[in-house]
Nanobody
Framework: QVQLVESGGGLVQPGGSLTLSCVASGSIFSIYVMGWYRQVPGKQREVVATITPRGGRTDYADSAKGRFTISRDNAKNTFYLQMNSLKSEDTAVYYC??????????WGQGTQVTVSS
């Protein structure tokens, strides 16, 4: 079992920045890849960025490239999503996901990000 708790969401003006955090606990050793996803009402949840805890390999959705940075601090069992140059279309509930080597997925409760003036 893996437990995930996100934080850092909020209201920000267009062009602003936010950093989301995801603290993992439980069977952390089993995590193969971590990811940030987002979802708006009426649409499917979409991937924003992923990172492998051990190697630090990252991948980004086209919408996130050049603006968002995913990172991890293994000592703190924490993953981050630094979001810069935010746009109104980035407004969504952001979720942290952990996938284990046995292809089990765990999700956090989500944190709301609203980009509005």
């Amino acid at each position: 079992q893996v437990q995930l708790v996100e934080s850092g969401g909020g209201l920000v003006q267009p062009g602003g920045s936010l950093t989301l955090s995801c603290v993992a606990s439980g069977s952390i050793f089993s995590i193969y890849v971590m990811g940030w996803y987002r979802q708006v009402p009426g649409k499917q949840r979409e991937v924003v960025a992923t990172i492998t805890p051990r190697g630090g390999r990252t991948d980004y959705a086209d919408s996130a490239k050049g603006r968002f940075t995913i990172s991890r601090d293994n000592a703190k069992n924490t993953f981050y999503l630094q979001m810069n140059s935010l746009k109104s279309e980035d407004t969504a509930v952001y979720y942290c996901r952990a996938r284990t080597a046995s292809i089990l997925d765990y999700w956090g409760q989500g944190t709301q990000v609203t980009v509005s003036s």
